[in-house]
């Protein structure tokens, strides 16, 4: 590097003291108004640095120093209404660091059409909630969760996925896109007992495909060029239009010692698909985000005599585009998806008597129905099945201080990652994480991790909450 690590690391350590000199005066959360006007947020710096060199970097660059600060506001204006607000903003400092990295996306956007690869200021949520007795409706720019899997999503189909900046390493809540929806809740009184809610979701016209790094950026599919998303950024729908409108539901209750939600959602597919088209231009390539149908469910289900969570997650999606190897039609099949895991705290006192270990397994499956063998796709390489593992355990030492942490996930066609991690969190106002994101693939066409089978970092995560 033409600029040293070490002076990169002495920045980080000056900015850290300084933020837990802060922390310790002065980071809190503002109330106003009789704590009717509410103010919170973080300031977060994420350093990351290559493990294995690739092409023109060398192992020991940086990959990432992201520094983020978002502020969050909630306006009680009454009792029944209120409003609430996430602004957040970011620089990416790895090419004023270094000078020596692929300065590319360093100037341009995720594609098709994602957020600024180097900085940003966005309103990043905005709605309102308005309360009527047993109904509750949420109008303006949200995340919506049905699911809750690891590593992977599988009933949480909402929101699309911005996996320009770290692919999908970070928490979901930092890397969904928020869209703009009316969501309406209905919780009747007379059945809280069962914990009935049953919600209904509109998104009239803000359609957002998933992001993707440029070409250059760390995260970036490696021999995808860049005209690839600007031939697709062209041909997105109108943000504005309502042909995008999506719509679904779900309802959710609780009996015994079951939880249980069906739901069902139209939308947009959040990845496109194309075929080839000579008269087409730039490129030869006409994209295109089918509406779909996707069908599911989910359940939690606590097993008294094993003190075991079993959960489980379904999506039924009808006529799912694929592409065709040969590029010359659009290839519609129904697919099944779900997802198998449970949830248990462990003792294992010879390790740690003062706490459990709490070990969370899952197994995700999709199958193609009906397959054709001129379908590809990226997560099943041509396969009419997928199938995939994941182990997630972690504890607490040192009067819950310190939490160590590992994830492991694992496609049965050879290929995942290893994610361990170490957290030091005294308290609420700060916490510095130490980690690893470790990944093995047969080839950059093998499932989600194979094309990022290099990009191997350690990094550094700081944060600082008011």
Not at 136 to 142: A, E, L, Y
Not at 341 to 353: A, E, H, K, S, Y
Not at 388 to 412: A, G, K, R
Request: proline residues 5%; contains cysteine; hydrophobic residues 40%.
């Amino acid at each position: 590097m033409k600029k040293k690590l070490k002076g990169i690391m002495l920045l980080t350590c000056f900015f850290s003291v300084l933020l837990f000199l802060g922390a310790q005066s002065v980071f809190a959360a503002f109330e106003f108004a009789d704590g009717r006007v509410y103010l919170t947020g973080f300031y977060e710096n994420l350093t990351a640095v290559r493990l294995q060199g690739v092409g023109d970097t060398d192992k020991g660059d940086l990959n990432m120093f992201r520094n983020t600060l978002q502020v969050e506001t909630t306006l009680e204006l009454n009792d029944n209404f209120s409003f609430f607000a996430i602004v957040r903003g970011y620089y990416e400092g790895m090419w004023d660091l270094d000078d020596s990295l692929d300065s590319r996306p360093e100037h341009r956007h995720g594609g098709p059409k994602g957020a600024h690869m180097k900085r940003d200021l966005d309103l990043r949520e905005w709605y309102f909630t308005i309360r009527a007795q047993d109904l509750t409706f949420k109008i303006g720019r949200q995340q919506l969760i049905w699911g809750e899997s690891d590593a992977l999503r599988m009933a949480d189909i909402i929101n699309p996925l911005d996996t320009s900046w770290h692919y999908v390493f970070e928490d979901w809540e930092n890397i969904r896109v928020p869209l703009r929806m009316i969501n309406v809740l209905y919780e009747p009184a007379k059945l809280a007992e069962y914990q009935v809610r049953a919600e209904l979701v509109w998104i009239p016209e803000d359609f957002r495909a998933q992001a993707f790094a440029p070409e250059g950026g760390v995260w970036a599919i490696p021999g995808l060029p860049q005209i690839i998303w600007d031939q697709e950024r062209l041909e997105l729908p109108d943000q504005h239009n309502l042909k995008n409108s999506e719509i679904g539901g779900r309802i959710r209750g609780v009996v015994g010692n079951w939880e249980l939600s069906v739901f069902d959602f139209y939308c947009r597919d959040d990845n496109a698909v194309y075929t080839f088209d000579p008269s087409h231009g730039p490129l030869p390539l006409r994209f295109e985000w089918p509406h779909v149908n996707i069908l599911g469910g989910t359940f939690n289900y606590f097993n008294n005599l094993t003190s075991t969570v079993f959960r489980g997650e379904m999506a039924y999606t009808m006529d799912k585009p694929h592409n065709s190897i040969y590029q010359d039609r659009i290839i519609d099949k129904d697919t099944v998806a779900f997802m198998l895991g449970f949830d248990r705290p462990t003792f294992f006192t010879w390790l740690n008597p003062a706490r459990t270990f709490f070990i969370s397994g899952q197994w995700f499956h999709q199958h193609i129905l009906n397959f054709d063998d001129d379908i590809t796709t990226v997560e099943m390489d041509r396969g009419r099945y997928w199938n995939v593992v994941s182990l997630l355990i972690n504890t607490q030492y040192y009067h819950d201080y310190i939490i160590p942490q590992i994830l492991v996930v694992h496609d049965f066609s050879g290929n995942g990652f290893i994610h361990p991690s170490i957290k030091y969190a005294p308290g609420d106002r700060w916490e510095i994480t130490l980690g690893a994101i470790l990944l093995h693939g047969q080839d950059n066409s093998d499932s989600y991790w194979g094309p990022m089978r290099k990009d191997d970092e350690a990094y550094l995560r700081f944060r600082v909450k008011f």
